[in-house]
């Protein structure tokens, strides 16, 4: 907000700040990774745990598709273009990001989807058990497929707890699998996956991991914390794209003795054998259902290549270092405003995204993106500000909040064209 | 090939037909549609019934997606261009194909996944039957996810008749929902469909169609015919692009009654309530599950766009001459050499495919493709041939008959490099 004064004491404050973001972006060693990404002067994507900004590799990969792949290869591409092996080629580019091995992860289908087939394929291990065991604020998607499977199937029923302190505790054995997020799509909080993962396997239940918040960020071994099951989605922090396909990941101690019911042709053993009767392709292909949709997917694998580069602690490291600092300042800034810290303050609890609750935050999250800076608001009072360690610098949280501190002080997200109640998506 | 000499009686066949082609191709009045496509010299998709050329219209909207949809409008694209009504704007594109209404029809997800979502949508509607009837060898999609339903459902099971003729017969009062394809995939036949539902109906059975092989090319009225449930791909006739999102139509007095267990969050009626419980939105929009793939989307959107211009009964005119045209050329030309219509020939009952069965099929198949002429090969011994109407001319059947004509005369297909057992997909 030009030509509106900041009280001394801030205005201090950010020039501190502006200095020491200076500095840490010099230092940066993923600084380099920013010129893969198509990133537009006087927009910051504050939002790329939501929508991730494009790599540059996306826009050749695609003239390739179109212009070669599709248009001149036609039907031959399948094979000649390696259409047939993507979901399994480009989950071998997720697989390290997880802690899975080669051959493990399939990418195709949605979050939803992906969810569906585990959930589906943990009951049916687990015949004599019926309960799915919730969490009640876990992302809506996530519970609504457990419903719907709940509909579906004639004795499986749902119990949703709170908190997930209490998920140990709710998990008996009529408990055929839990279903979780890793990292909170609201607060970012982290769980504890291995103790709770512990805690499901001493009761005889089956885990089902939703990693969308987490891949690309924050460190995960699913192998290593002894998951059953994973899912995530691909447009977050991998930047795959609008609504990119996800990926899934079966433990290699029982995915030969799975079947999940989205049992489509293309996961068939000899899907050319056009034969009657279902066969599962062996190992993680079995979860692959339909045709996959080859340019979402060959998007997502060109948006992938550059992970082979990035050094995953660096990564790991910078999310929980840029989180804080994004943290520090606003509360130093801010709270006098009323605004309150939502995400966790322990770094090794939070993922990579930072929560702030506010009254009117729809209203000031649409001041910030008439600026160009671009969060988004979650229901009832989260604002909500990701923070995508390979383009995002500190500078650019710097910006951020003091344009947050500006529009606070000077009330401007209460002008007319910021009111309404239209939630940003 | 050069160099071989054609019996004369033939050499005249070809000249006549060659003369007839250029005839009806001067004459077509869908012949302007040919440079909606991008078109490479020297290469006939006659595969179209699988993978369609690509529209031009897709390469701009694909820099548009990139360009600025993605990169720039970041997640404010989502309502800003349109994405999160995408399922159904390309579904009100699709609509007039089949015989639907505006708002009846969304896109997204695999052939394979809406086949899910509308077989359990049956089941739930009659909760008292619990047989799913099959045809045999129908797409083994088809009947491989009617496998996982009832591998998931207890209680479910399924009966397969070996011919549609017995199809009446065998829907009885267990029968929940009958699963069947309008066009057969290796023989083109067309299916009766107002009789089967008529059938259907006077039992007390809801009807599953799939109408991947219909939409594009063969006349189908969905609410005419008195269908309960559709599904079609869209990378077939409409040219939608590998793996294009597939579509889902359910009947107007049938969809506020529907429950559909991938109850994902993109298909509730408010989905940025963020509610735990799950609440399906009105119409056809309870059909979408997760966050669509926009690329892939967006891409068949533009794919559409010339089909408002299509008269479809010049479509549908086109696309019966042009496979009689094609039967015709090949039983005067390649009978001779063991090659037999496995089509029907009578063109109301032939989809805008021809299959022609030869033993050695497979490597004749890939002879053809040596020299730009792309069909297709389905086991046992089927040689098919799609005829896209809006792309493929005359002059292009004949250049692909006399092809196949101097490979079997010559026995072209027995050299070395087209031997193998790999299956052309």
């Not at 993962?197 to 071994?221: I, K």
């Not at 996961?267 to 009657?276: E, I, L, M, N, V």
């Not at 995204?353 to 008439?370: K, P």
Request: aromatic content about 8%; some cysteine.
């Amino acid at each position: 907000m030009s030509g509106v004064a900041a009280r001394p004491a801030d205005a201090d404050l950010f020039a501190t700040a502006r200095a020491e973001a200076a500095g840490r972006d010099a230092a940066d060693p993923l600084a380099r990774f920013r010129d893969a990404f198509v990133l537009q002067a006087g927009t910051i994507n504050l939002d790329g745990n939501s929508l991730g900004s494009m790599p540059r590799a996306v826009v050749a990969r695609m003239e390739r598709v179109l212009g070669s792949e599709w248009s001149k290869g036609l039907i031959r591409s399948w094979g000649g273009a390696g259409w047939f092996a993507l979901p399994e080629t480009v989950g071998d580019r997720i697989a390290p990001l997880i802690g899975a091995g080669a051959g493990e992860v399939v990418v195709g289908d949605s979050t939803s989807v992906n969810l569906f087939k585990c959930i589906a394929a943990a009951l049916a291990l687990r015949p004599e058990r019926r309960v799915l065991l919730l969490q009640e604020d876990n992302f809506p998607t996530d519970n609504y497929i457990a419903q719907g499977i709940a509909d579906m199937v004639p004795g499986v029923s749902l119990r949703a707890v709170k908190s997930t302190d209490a998920f140990a505790g709710a998990i008996d054995d009529s408990v055929a699998a839990i279903v979780l997020s890793h990292v909170h799509y609201r607060t970012a909080l982290v769980e504890d996956m291995a103790a709770i993962n512990r805690a499901a396997r001493a009761a005889g239940a089956l885990s089902v991991w939703d990693l969308s918040h987490t891949t690309g960020a924050v460190p995960v071994d699913v192998a290593g914390a002894g998951c059953d099951f994973a899912i995530g989605c691909t447009y977050k922090y991998l930047n795959g794209g609008p609504g990119a396909p996800a990926y899934c990941w079966v433990s290699p101690e029982l995915i030969e003795r799975t079947r999940q019911p989205l049992s489509g042709w293309m996961g068939h053993k000899t899907p050319f054998d056009f034969s009657f009767d279902y066969e599962p392709a062996t190992a993680i292909r079995r979860f692959v259902c339909g045709t996959p949709q080859i340019l979402s997917l060959a998007a997502l694998d060109a948006a992938l290549e550059l992970w082979a580069e990035v050094d995953l602690p660096q990564l790991h490291q910078k999310s929980r270092d840029s989180t804080e600092f994004f943290i520090d300042l606003v509360e130093r800034s801010c709270a006098a405003f009323g605004v309150t810290v939502q995400s966790p303050r322990d770094g090794s609890r939070r993922g990579s995204h930072v929560a702030f609750g506010y009254e009117n935050g729809l209203q000031v999250m649409r001041a910030l993106a008439a600026q160009g800076i671009i969060g988004d608001f979650r229901t009832p009072d989260t604002m909500r500000f990701g923070v995508a360690p390979l383009y995002i610098g500190y500078g650019d949280i710097v910006r951020a909040v003091a344009a947050l501190h500006d529009i606070l002080l000077t009330r401007s997200w209460d002008r007319a064209e910021f009111r309404g109640t239209t939630v940003v998506t």
